[in-house]
């Protein structure tokens, strides 16, 4: 029965046990230059290269947000016309979600998963290769569309049919293809984590004594495994009523549109939480470090997380409580949606109560992290709002929303990944990172996010739609704010480059435990972690864990 | 006796409308019952939400400073506590509940459309709203009437910028008006902040909501979900007045669209027929095939100049009545009556230099809608 196994490639590890920090004579077989980076299966190179990824579609996903802010900076138009302005937010949305957070999350994944649970490697380090590589082809595509005849999507990131179906530009065809690949990208992706955890942590580890970084990863990749075929089949249905002549969206072939945004939203929302729940994970690492103190309730973040991930499933429909649901569909979902409220308020307690009584410093990676916790706090409040269905009749499609969901992602997602950054660089490069330049970056980025997305919530209340190229003149003084800090916050996003460019080239050097107050694994291997780390399994010791 | 009540009438009405207007930073109170309704559920948990708020960053901001290590802070080793863990779990639900029992009633009083006075379809097209009196033989469309030169920067923006329209919506105040919403192409959403109504309008779905409004007045809204190009350019427009009003109003509406009707059976000249092809043109035509209809492609074509257009009549004619199956031209068969469609063909087939010299008559128009 056993599978004759190929002749062993030149690439796979070397079995030789090499202690950890020496010089790895053993692997001067591998490739040099591009056929390094193109054939790696090595998970900290793959982990750097989904993180570089990410941090450049950040910045051309930056650049289509203030194309869009820029046109907004005055009423009346400017600078591009509403064709083009439809491409860039809708561009602007594709990118940021599938191409910049998503990425960046499976980028330390990569990295930090098989080091906070003491394994070699990932579970499946060819799929590894393969899951990256699919990345920069499926984003080439979807930004070439904008080159193509009759321009780049511009139905919004929701691609609501029939807009985006019957009515949609011919380039969305090549949309639909890469966000195929860019899914199956993705379920690879979360298939080799989950294998990965449940596999390969290290002897004595249970997973009640996992990172929570490892338990959000580990619900996230569930998630992902459950929701993207929804996206893929939704997609699929597009591409055969644009394509093959069938009618699933089009009412005058007897389909339905609303049935788009039930699917839409079966996957979406649960694709909220994959953008959130690692950030959770990310910020319950960091504020006990700074803390100096074990994290609170440890097992109930988990039972938390747990809970936001099924509940993720029971609530799409508050994307919809203006298209006409009945009733009792309406009351199900806003009592769905507010029961979120509930483990997510968990998690704001725990990590407040974690600070209460500790010992705390306020480095960078706190800074960003202290920061989440108020502001994804405050996104938070605005989308109980905005599970208030009778209420949602006036927030919806406004800019209400936006400011919701940006206060979420931006200081929430962006900001626990730039966190952990900053935590993990000593690990990943051996020297701290500037710190007074990290501190820099951090302020100019609070005030700029803050000055970009507060000034939204009154514009949406006030009455101002979303995805408008022009607004009213009551509008002018919030959107000019907007605007403002939007450049301001793009423009500092430099210093972080600059911050991680300086690191990488030198610094204070780091000792294996960085920071006075870590606990987990990662932080008993050397900093820089050598390209191979426990190849022979660590010994875990539960008083390491967090709880 | 007389004169202060009268004074009370005043100042109430004063102070209400001022609270009815938005005052550019929160949700307006509205109009109507359900608005106030809604605008107080708004609040309240809006204010929750600061309490909430203010109790969990001041225990974090008390904690930050308190516990400082620059200040020596020692740190202590707790890292559970059931009851605490119970009692922030339960407090949470409790406040929910809280919420969510006045939510459930007024949104029980939103789905209520029963017995209503008044029918009137809402139908979302690119780019425009249509509006149907059920019953009355009463319909119009309703288009963004800011200029073009505005959005521009050639003139100065005018005071309703964006938010005006050629006929508004005209509803009587203090009756139950049902609104049954349906689009012809792709979703479009109809939006009054102070009528705290929005609801979608989906082909091939009747959606329904209602209104009743109780002070005269112009409200203005707009498209609140993406649409096209245009999305930006769809104004809602409310014209409150009282019931009397209203009522003549409708009268007068109904005899105007009879005279219309009329129109069909008589000779039109090719002048009178140009000036209204012209009004229809920039009213309906203009957003896609541009002002001089110079088009924008790929998916809207110029009729300036297009020869297939100039030889072939039939299938000119065809194409405005019936659209283009696939395409993004609609059909204007029941969006136009006859005499529009007659002028605006004859228009296109006469202006930018197409001097066809065709003249279409309305009654010939009729005739292919008929078939």
Same mark, same amino acid.
């Given at each position: ?122 579970? &499946? ?37 029939? &807009? ?69 089949? &939704? ?69 938390? +997380? ?46 407040? +109560? ?118 009213? &003149? ?58 191979? +780390? ?14 | ?10 100042? @109430? ?13 929160? !949700? ?14 708004? !609040? ?6 600061? *309490? ?19 200040? %020596? ?30 939510? @459930? ?32 033989? *009463? ?18 923006? %005018? ?15 203090? =009756?139950?008006?049902?609104?049954? !919403? ?70 007068? =509406? ?27 043109? =920039? ?25 297939? !257009? ?13 659209? *283009? ?23 296109? =087939? ?22």
């Amino acid at each position: 029965m056993a599978p004759k196994l190929p002749p062993q490639h030149p690439l796979q590890h070397s079995s030789t046990v090499v202690a950890d920090g020496q010089s790895h004579d053993a692997h001067s077989a591998h490739p040099k230059g591009v056929m390094r980076w193109l054939l790696t299966t090595n998970h900290k190179e793959i982990g750097s290269l989904y993180l570089i990824f990410s941090l450049i579609m950040f910045f051309i996903g930056g650049i289509f947000a203030l194309v869009v802010r820029a046109e907004l900076f005055q009423p009346g138009l400017q600078l591009v016309e509403p064709e083009f302005f439809n491409q860039m937010t809708t561009m602007h949305g594709l990118i940021m979600v599938f191409a910049a957070v998503m990425p960046a999350f499976t980028g330390l994944a990569n990295w930090m998963i098989p080091l906070q649970i003491g394994a070699p490697d990932m579970a &499946l380090p060819r799929l590894n290769n393969f899951s990256f590589w699919l990345l920069p082809v499926a984003f080439t595509l979807l930004l070439s569309t904008l080159l193509m005849p009759g321009g780049g999507p511009n139905f919004g990131w929701t691609f609501y049919a029939p &807009l985006s179906t019957t009515y949609a530009p011919p380039s969305t065809t090549f949309f639909i293809l890469a966000l195929h690949i860019a899914g199956i990208s993705s379920i690879l992706g979360a298939i080799n984590i989950v294998a990965t955890i449940l596999n390969m942590r290290a002897p004595g580890m249970r997973m009640m004594d996992m990172p929570l970084f490892v338990w959000t990863w580990l619900i996230t990749a569930f998630l992902l495994i459950a929701v993207m075929p929804v996206l893929a089949g &939704l997609i699929t249905m597009m591409l055969m009523d644009i394509n093959f002549g069938t009618s699933f969206f089009d009412a005058a072939g007897g389909g339905d549109p609303v049935l788009f945004q039930h699917l839409f939203w079966f996957f979406g929302h649960p694709e909220v939480y994959i953008m959130i729940l690692p950030a959770f994970g990310i910020v319950s690492a960091i504020i006990p470090t700074f803390a100096r103190k074990p994290l609170f309730g440890y097992a109930s973040m988990v039972y938390a +997380t747990a809970a936001i991930a099924l509940l993720s499933f029971l609530v799409w429909a508050h994307h919809m409580f203006v298209v006409g649901l009945p009733l009792a569909a309406e009351l199900f979902f806003m009592y769905s949606t507010m029961l979120i409220a509930v483990p997510t308020g968990v998690k704001v307690f725990n990590w407040v +109560t974690t600070l209460f009584r500790g010992s705390i410093s306020f480095e960078s990676p706190m800074l960003f992290a202290l920061a989440f916790v108020v502001l994804f706090t405050i996104g938070g409040f605005s989308g109980l709002m905005l599970a208030i269905a009778p209420a949602d009749f006036q927030y919806h499609d406004t800019y209400f929303v936006v400011a919701h969901f940006h206060y979420v992602l931006v200081p929430g997602a962006i900001f626990a990944i730039m966190a952990g950054v900053y935590y993990w660089l000593p690990k990943w490069t051996g020297h701290y990172p500037n710190e007074k330049l990290a501190q820099c970056h951090f302020w100019c980025s609070i005030i700029g996010v803050n000055l970009t997305f507060f000034p939204m919530h009154f514009a949406g209340l006030a009455g101002m739609p979303r995805r408008i190229p022009d607004y009213a &003149l009551q509008f002018a003084d919030f959107n000019m704010l907007s605007s403002i800090g939007a450049f301001f916050f793009g423009v500092s996003q430099l210093i972080f480059v600059l911050v991680v460019v300086l690191c990488v080239r030198g610094g204070k050097k780091a000792p294996a435990k960085a920071w006075e107050g870590a606990e987990d694994l990662e932080w008993s291997v050397p900093s820089p972690a050598p390209l191979h +780390t426990f190849e022979t399994p660590p010994v875990f010791n539960r008083t390491q864990s967090s709880d | 006796m007389h004169l202060p009540w009268r004074w009370l009438l005043t100042i @109430t009405c004063a102070v209400s409308c001022s609270q009815a207007q938005a005052n550019g930073w929160n !949700m307006p109170v509205g109009v109507t019952d359900l608005s106030r309704d809604i605008y107080n559920l708004h !609040m309240t948990i809006f204010w929750i939400c600061v *309490v909430i708020g203010l109790i969990v960053f001041g225990a974090m901001f008390y904690s930050l400073y308190r516990y400082r290590h620059a200040k %020596g802070a020692k740190p202590a080793n707790f890292h559970e506590n059931t009851t605490v863990e119970v009692l922030w779990t339960a407090i949470p639900i409790l406040i929910l509940i809280g919420m969510a029992v006045p939510a @459930t009633a007024t949104l029980k009083k939103m789905y209520d459309t029963s017995d209503a006075d008044l029918d009137v379809m809402i139908i979302g097209q690119q780019w425009r709203w249509r509006y149907e009196y059920l019953g009355e033989d *009463v319909a119009f469309n309703s288009n963004m009437s800011t200029p073009w030169e505005q959005i521009h920067g050639e003139e100065e923006h %005018g005071e309703h910028y964006l938010l005006d329209v050629d006929e508004p919506l005209v509803l009587p105040i203090n =009756r139950k008006v049902r609104f049954l !919403m349906t689009a012809d192409d792709v979703i479009h959403s109809w939006w009054v902040p102070e009528l705290a109504v929005k609801q979608d309008t989906i082909p091939g779905f009747i959606n329904e909501n209602w209104v009743k409004i109780n002070e005269p007045g112009i409200y203005r809204g707009q498209c609140a979900e993406l649409c096209g190009v245009n999305h930006g350019f769809m104004p809602v427009v409310v014209h409150a007045m009282e019931e009397e009003e209203f009522d003549s109003w409708l009268a007068e =509406r109904k005899e105007a669209q009879e005279q219309e009707a009329m129109g069909v059976d008589r000779e039109w000249e090719l002048d009178d027929l140009m000036a209204r092809g012209e009004s229809v043109y =920039r009213a309906i035509c203009s957003s896609c095939h541009q002002s001089e209809g110079q088009g924008a492609l790929p998916a809207f074509p110029a009729l300036a100049n297009n020869q297939p !257009m100039i030889d072939d009549f039939d299938w000119h004619l065809d194409v405005v009545i019936n659209g *283009v199956s696939g395409a993004a031209m609609p059909a204007f068969r029941s969006t136009l009556n006859p005499v529009e469609l007659a002028a605006v063909v004859t228009y296109t =087939r006469n202006a930018w230099g197409n001097d066809t010299g065709d003249v279409v008559q309305p009654a010939l128009v009729a005739e292919k809608i008929a078939q």
